[in-house]
């Protein structure tokens, strides 16, 4: 099986699984990424785009991820108190 093979077939077995773009903020704990995912909005009342910013604690496992990179994150089990995403790949 090739390795497309087998990420089709753990995704039919999973279920689809939210991924997310973003810049990692710090890598300065072991295994652990902080990425910064942003999004625009329109505001409800003034009808300005807005950029919405926010953090998630990602989990690396191989500390490949450096301070700026663009990367992938992925949904998964939690995994600590805060990590409940893990690293796809660095774009």
């Known amino acids: 099986m090739t390795e497309n093979q087998t990420t089709?077939?753990?995704e039919a077995m999973r279920g689809t699984r939210k991924l997310m773009t973003g810049t990692?903020?710090?890598?300065?704990a072991?295994?652990?990424i902080v990425v910064q995912v942003e999004r625009t909005s329109r505001h409800p009342?003034?009808?300005k785009t807005v950029r919405i910013r926010k953090k998630f604690y990602a989990h690396d496992e191989e500390n490949v991820a450096q301070v700026g990179d663009k990367v992938q994150i992925m949904g998964t089990r939690?995994?600590?108190?805060?990590?409940?995403w893990r690293l796809v790949k660095v774009l």
Not at 24 to 28: G, I, M, R
Not at 78 to 84: D, G, H, I, N, V
């Open 8 to 10: 089709e077939a753990v």
């Open 24 to 28: 990692v903020l710090k890598n300065q």
């Open 30 to 32: 072991d295994k652990t």
């Open 45 to 47: 009342l003034y009808k």
């Open 78 to 84: 939690p995994l600590s108190k805060l990590k409940c």
